[in-house]
């Protein structure tokens, strides 16, 4: 089973609004993503958990902010955010990356819209 | 730092035809993995398949085929014929290993598949 879900599908909040993207597997995978892609561009890294730790911060604006509660569940935290932060919102995981299984597996994403 | 280059922003091809993507790459590491994923209009990121540079056997999946020139950096995707379900956005992708999570991506090749 290789399935990465996510909640909502879609969300449609407010600049001064508070919301939560859910991401969980259940495939035992230790590193867990989260992307933001705009319409017809790559997807850009903004944070990455590996074994429950943030490894890396793009330097993502502090109105994101990631929480991993275990394992198995990734959350994005949003606040406060602008218009041009409406983008489809992915998240992955990957395999023990300390035995070199890098490939990520992405889950169907949260289209999110800030008015 | 890694790149990854697609030259063709947008392709197409006929129903039961063969269609190459292009790929090419840049790393100064020795031990990478390439990736191509596809993205339809449902917007889930899927995996297709998976290289790993050491090993000289190009990979197959079903329709979906490597040609991986390690000297040359190059990349391609081969889709043997070629089905309306193949109409996606596809992705090449590198990781580089070690302790570096980071998925680079090209900016992607728009295929179209005509009945």
């Known amino acids: 089973d290789t399935e990465v879900t996510q909640t909502p599908k879609h969300l449609v909040m407010g600049m001064t609004n508070k919301k939560s993207l859910k991401c969980e597997q259940h495939?035992?995978?230790?590193?867990m993503y989260w992307y933001k892609q705009k319409a017809k561009k790559p997807p850009e890294l903004m944070f990455v958990y590996s074994y429950e730790k943030l490894s890396i911060n793009e330097s993502v604006p502090s109105r994101f902010s990631p929480e991993c509660p275990n394992s198995s569940l990734l959350n994005l935290h949003l606040h406060a955010l602008q218009p041009e932060d409406s983008a489809l919102y992915l998240c992955?995981?990957?395999?023990?990356?300390?035995?070199?299984?890098?490939?990520?597996?992405f889950g169907p994403g949260t289209r999110l819209t800030v008015t | 730092a890694q790149t990854v280059t697609q030259s063709q922003p947008e392709m197409s091809v006929q129903e039961a035809e063969t269609v190459t993507l292009s790929c090419t790459y840049d790393t100064s590491e020795s031990d990478y993995y390439l990736f191509w994923y596809k993205q339809p209009p449902s917007r889930q990121m899927i995996l297709v398949i998976r290289q790993e540079a050491y090993k000289q056997q190009n990979a197959t999946e079903n329709r979906f085929s490597v040609n991986f020139q390690k000297a040359a950096k190059s990349f391609s995707l081969k889709i043997s014929d070629s089905q309306l379900g193949d109409a996606a956005m596809y992705f090449c992708?590198?990781?580089?290993?070690?302790?570096?999570?980071?998925?680079?991506f090209g900016k992607g090749t728009l295929l179209t598949v005509n009945p």
């Open positions: 992708a590198l990781n580089s290993g070690g302790s570096n999570y980071k998925l680079t």
């Open positions: 992955a995981s990957s395999p023990n990356h300390r035995t070199g299984n890098y490939e990520q597996y």
């Open positions: 495939m035992g995978h230790r590193a």
